[in-house]
């Protein structure tokens, strides 16, 4: 299966049907183009897939973005990770190994190495489950 293939099977609960990568990073996130042409980012250690841009033409201008540059090259986080696992390899991503939105650390000993496939299932498999999980009585009226 194409890493296409495994990103629609994925993610398409949310809303994508993708066309073509058009951007990778060393923590396996993903920005993806989708059949109407919206750009998505797939960011594996936050377990979330959204439209990030409109068309190719909004991505440039995003590109242009220095706070959102940084945050894409995550530069501080891949020195650490290359300096605690080592270097990468064909198919292979930096990861958290407990993902940030479960309150996995943004270093240290949660840092791995895994595949990009397994990065877009895992990251898929826990947004979706989040996101199906109910409100407690806590919540109650709290979007009223």
């Known amino acids: ?5 495994e990103i629609r099977e994925s993610w ?6 993708p066309a073509e990568i058009v ?7 993903l920005l993806i183009r989708d059949t109407a042409g919206r750009i ?5 250690e ?30 501080p986080l891949v020195e650490e990770a290359r300096a605690r696992c080592g270097p ?10 407990l993902p940030g939105l479960l309150g996995g650390q943004y270093g240290g ?12 299932r895992a990251s898929a498999r ?4 989040v996101e199906a999980r109910p409100l407690g009585p806590e919540a109650a009226g709290r979007y009223e």
């Open 1 to 5: 299966m194409s890493l296409i293939e």
């Open 12 to 17: 398409h609960w949310a809303g994508l049907d």
């Open 23 to 29: 951007g990778e990073n060393e923590f396996g996130n």
């Open 40 to 44: 998505w980012r797939l960011c594996p």
């Open 46 to 75: 936050d377990c979330y897939c959204r439209i990030v841009a409109m068309d190719v033409h909004q991505l440039a201008e995003l590109s242009k973005n220095e706070e959102f540059m940084k945050d894409w090259h995550m530069q």
């Open 88 to 97: 990468l390899w064909e198919g292979r991503k930096y990861n958290l190994r």
């Open 109 to 120: 000993d949660n840092l791995g190495i895994t595949t990009q496939v397994e990065l877009v």
């Open 126 to 129: 826990v947004a979706k489950n």
